[in-house]
């Protein structure tokens, strides 16, 4: 993760040191001023701004004892304080966690999760969440998100801005090509660093006590319950509202129907769940994805999840 984090970096400086050298260093920085003001404002209204597309619902312990219990099992567990605890209204199944910090972590499961899990499964999604939070995960793929940002602003304005004579016109065209080619890298970069930290996440769950295919199980039954949410037209509706924040779930939503697909043969009894067989059965069958399915996984946030599912068998 940190040769990701010093190759994102090395890309903003070898752009800048070009964008300094044709402009200026006062002019190359203003770009760097803009994205940190731009990182301040999102850091600040953010966690609202997940908080209304979500809809969520902040409940307290009267209302959601169990719920409450198993936040505070694994937050402890995790020693980190206790998230603050809501319900997203939205049908599709799914967990997800935000926060500018440990202290101000939040842990949401939506209503179409709730009567979907197992106490088990639903505890080692939990404890997934509370391990993004633990290791400040958001807040860490927040700010590389802001490189791929600043290689656009930089691309849009070398390319469309309007520059002097046509000498200099053509130098920012180049520059301006240079940033969209570090503005689409950074971008794959920057998802890699997602799923890598999902996989992170899958793991920490386990060292909280968590069974491995309790969590495997669960990605499972979201997989299936997301693909089943697309065929109604509001769960349509609510996966093109939550567009956005898609990163924030504990699966890719938007692929679950290929993912179904995929996943088909893991269950062997048909059991509508992974058990310990099914998962120890998957340690030793060699995963092979088709050049599609790779190439897929390039342009999203989540691992593919016969490979994650995958992974989670060699923890069992």
Known sequence: MWLLVVLLFGILYGVFTGLGSYLGVGSASSYIILAVLFMGFQYLIGPSMVSAMMRVKWVSEKEEPELHRLVEEQAKAAKIPKPKVGISQLSIPNAFAFGRSQGEGRVCVTQGLRNLLSQDELKAVIGHEVSHLKHRDMLVITLLSVIPLIMYWIAWRMMWGGVGDRRQANYAVLIGLGAMLAYFISNLLVLAGSRIREYYADERS???????????????????????????????????????????????????????????????????????????????????????????????????????????????
């Open 206 to 316: 386990c060292k909280l006590g968590n069974r491995p295919h309790h969590l495997a199980s669960a990605l499972y039954k979201l997989v299936y319950g997301s693909a089943r949410c697309r065929r109604t037209a509001q769960g349509e509706t609510e996966l093109r509202r939550v567009e956005g924040l898609r990163a924030f779930f504990l699966n890719d939503v938007g692929r679950a129907h290929d993912e179904l697909r995929e996943l088909k043969d893991i269950d062997r009894g048909l059991t509508g769940g992974i058990n310990q067989a099914d998962l120890l059965a998957l340690r030793t069958k060699k995963v092979k994805l088709r050049g599609a399915e790779k190439l897929a996984e390039l342009f999203t946030s989540h691992p593919n999840m016969l490979k994650r599912i995958k992974r989670l068998a060699t923890l069992a």
